[in-house]
């Protein structure tokens, strides 16, 4: 999963004119009492797509049980797939549709609406803009029927589908929470030839909720759900069940798109399948009025984005788990996925975020029957995405982190992640299919610390019976001065077939064991990019317990960079250099040389436990070697062995006396 620019998903043929401009945002107002039987009121027609032959709205004389509302979309002359209208509801001088209800697009428990159209229209699709000033609510049912394609639900002010919500729309639904005030009729008339449309936050509030229990299940596998917003955006759902068979009411083959507050462009683009609509974030330097759009300059104009956003996620569950094979999340901020939530397919999702990927439930990168989870070998890429990916103008370019929570599944083969932080107090379940086959696990962090706690599970996927192991590990938090690796696993880490592990960073906690077996471990402590600049003092732990044995170790074999690096050992557990068969007893260094990488240099090396090795080498001593704990000083210090029927080698290069 590499970090992506781009959202699709595919839709039958609709025009970008229906996101047409929003109504100015008000402040925020409470979630407004909606009566059983509320239908949409105070509404006009502000937008065709062909002005000379437009479509015509009007009410149904006889709306069928349980509509309480139906609108028919009719034309003199027949208008091409991808027609349009826009209805806003509310803020009318002269309203024309149902003009004595209440002000807004709402939808009560006991009713229903429904946009039907003639062939004349065929597949256009309907806006529907609450300019209320309040947040749009659909208790009851919402409906497309007839020619009528998708149906989008735009409110500055926030939109809520309630757990009583029934939608159909085999077309497509689009719920948006974004401002698009100040567009000219002149630049929105250039959108529908560039075919793009920009979604601008500044100013929004109220976010966009599903609650779970909302039947989603009637939006049609050959539509979509696109769901816009600042503020949070949450995303629920029930489970439907036909023919004995439980599953997540939003359908799996269905084109799930969440944009939290990212702005950008929305765009459709005609394909032989329909129209793949893409949302496009812009960082193309500082914000700029919607007024100033032109066909021109929408390659370069920016959007407002809403830093902070959070997207929640509460899809599927462990025995009707969501395919997230067509789900693209977008976020200026924080994702959440719920616990108890049980995504599978999430190879070919996209998750794009600025501030922490959390996940509490199961984020299956293989494939699940039932119940079982299956282990797997495919590739789990989780990448933050980089500078530029994911902003307008009001960010400063950072990475994300990721966050496996204590009930957090992740099931993949190898797992590659990179951003700003990796932590994991969950469950890695990595599949193994030989000796020759082993998951990799890679973290690496720019900012914040990585913390591999939790449990990394290895499991046999085909028919080997040796041992299950990783290949290799890759640890790395050496972007800036101060980050902490910290390695506290349930149970001891196994690094096998001759492959190797490494760590980078300032600081290093090992609390719990690892071991390479036929391979080697290294120890970059980081260090500046300038060798004049002063150097960075960390530590190393070795915790009480804890075993960190390999063929050879070479801690601060060299600096990550090139400036000098300074780095205390406190050796509490024991430190085992094994070699290799042909040749016994391996070498453990501390310290670097200072050709190559930069110096690397030790401090004071204390501690309680041990040290076995037959070559033991301190390379670049400033302090001393010691551990004096009471005033018997020969019963103090950690211990130097010898690897059986040998001897230790030691060589100290001390700087100074």
């Known amino acids: 999963m590499n970090p992506q620019h781009h959202m699709r998903f595919a839709a039958r043929p609709l025009s970008v004119a229906i996101l047409m401009a929003l109504a100015t945002p008000a402040a925020f107002a409470a979630v407004p009492n909606i009566t059983p039987s509320q239908v949409p009121g105070q509404g006009a027609i502000t937008y065709n797509t062909y002005p000379s032959a437009p479509i015509t709205v009007t009410a149904a004389a006889s709306p069928t049980a349980p509509i309480t509302q139906q609108w028919n979309l009719s034309?003199?002359?027949?208008?091409?797939?991808?027609?349009?209208?826009?209805?806003?509801?509310?803020?009318?001088?002269?309203?024309?549709?149902?003009?004595?209800?209440?002000?807004?697009?709402?939808?009560g428990a006991q009713a229903g609406v429904e946009f039907r159209g003639t062939s004349k229209v065929s597949y256009a699709s309907v806006l529907n803009i609450d300019a209320s000033g309040n947040p749009s609510v659909i208790l009851g049912q919402l409906s497309a029927a007839g020619n009528v394609g998708a149906l989008f639900v735009a409110n500055a002010n926030g939109i809520v589908?309630?757990?009583?919500?029934?939608?159909?729309?085999?077309?497509?639904?689009?719920?948006?929470?974004?401002?698009?005030?100040?567009?000219?009729?002149?630049?929105?008339?250039?959108?529908?030839?560039?075919?793009?449309?920009p979604l601008d936050f500044q100013g929004v509030t109220g976010g966009v909720t599903i609650e779970p229990g909302a039947d989603l299940s009637s939006i049609g596998t050959d539509g979509f759900l696109l769901v816009a917003g600042a503020g949070n955006v949450n995303i629920g759902g029930a489970f439907v069940s036909s023919g004995g068979v439980t599953t997540y009411s939003i359908p799996k083959d269905t084109s799930v798109v969440v944009d939290g507050g990212v702005g950008g462009v929305f765009s459709a683009v005609s394909s032989s399948t329909g129209v793949v609509a893409t949302v496009t974030p812009q960082d193309s330097g500082p914000a700029q009025p919607l007024s100033a759009l032109s066909a021109g300059n929408l390659s370069t104009f920016s959007y407002q984005d809403a830093p902070g956003t959070t997207v929640a996620l509460n899809l599927g569950i462990t025995t009707s788990p969501y395919s997230a094979a067509k789900l693209s999340v977008l976020a200026d901020g924080n994702i959440n996925l719920a616990s108890g939530g049980d995504l599978t397919n999430v190879t070919t999702s996209t998750f794009n975020w600025s501030g922490l990927l959390t996940n509490n439930g199961v984020m299956d990168y293989g494939h699940q029957l039932g119940s079982t989870l299956t282990p797997t070998t495919a590739t789990a890429d989780i990448y933050a995405a980089g500078a530029g990916l994911i902003y307008a103008n009001t960010t400063t370019a950072q990475y994300g982190g990721f966050d496996n929570a204590t009930?957090?599944?992740?099931?993949?083969g190898s797992i590659y992640?990179?951003?700003?932080?990796?932590?994991?107090?969950?469950?890695?379940?990595?599949?193994?299919?030989?000796?020759?086959v082993m998951p990799v696990l890679s973290a690496s962090a720019t900012t914040g610390n990585i913390h591999l706690g939790g449990t990394v599970d290895v499991v046999d996927v085909g028919n080997y019976t040796g041992?299950?192991?990783l290949s290799s590990l890759y640890l790395?938090?050496?972007s800036t001065t101060g980050q902490s690796v910290t390695v506290n696993t349930a149970t001891p880490l196994l690094v096998s077939g001759g492959g190797s592990a490494m760590i980078e960073a300032t600081n290093?906690?090992?609390?719990?064991?690892?071991?390479?077996?036929?391979?080697?471990?290294?120890?970059?402590?980081?260090?500046?990019?300038?060798?004049?600049?002063?150097?960075?003092?960390?530590?190393?732990?070795?915790?009480?317990?804890?075993?960190?044995?390999?063929?050879?170790l070479s801690l601060g074999d060299g600096a990550a960079y090139h400036g000098p690096a300074y780095t205390s050992y406190k050796i509490n557990g024991s430190m085992v250099a094994t070699g290799t068969a042909s040749a016994p007893g391996g070498s453990v260094i501390l310290g670097g040389s200072p050709s190559g990488f930069g110096k690397a240099s030790v401090f004071n090396v204390s501690g309680a436990g041990s040290i076995t090795a037959g070559t033991l080498t301190f390379n670049n001593l400033l302090g001393s070697v010691n551990n004096i704990t009471t005033g018997q000083i020969l019963a103090n210090g950690f211990k130097v062995n010898a690897p059986t029927g040998g001897a230790v080698n030691i060589s100290v290069d001390a700087v100074g006396s």
């Open 508 to 552: 290093v906690n090992l609390d719990s064991s690892l071991t390479v077996s036929g391979g080697n471990f290294h120890f970059y402590p980081y260090s500046v990019n300038i060798t004049s600049a002063a150097p960075v003092s960390g530590s190393f732990v070795l915790a009480s317990g804890a075993t960190l044995s390999a063929a050879n």
């Open 467 to 469: 041992p299950t192991a």
């Open 75 to 107: 034309a003199t002359t027949a208008q091409s797939a991808g027609a349009a209208v826009v209805i806003q509801w509310g803020g009318n001088t002269n309203p024309t549709l149902n003009a004595s209800g209440t002000a807004g697009f709402n939808i």
């Open 476 to 478: 790395s938090a050496a």
């Open 407 to 412: 009930s957090g599944l992740v099931n993949a």
């Open 417 to 436: 992640a990179s951003g700003s932080s990796f932590s994991n107090a969950g469950t890695l379940q990595m599949g193994q299919s030989s000796s020759t």
């Open 161 to 197: 589908v309630g757990s009583s919500a029934v939608i159909t729309t085999p077309g497509g639904l689009g719920l948006v929470n974004a401002n698009l005030t100040g567009i000219s009729s002149g630049a929105f008339a250039a959108l529908q030839t560039s075919g793009k449309l």
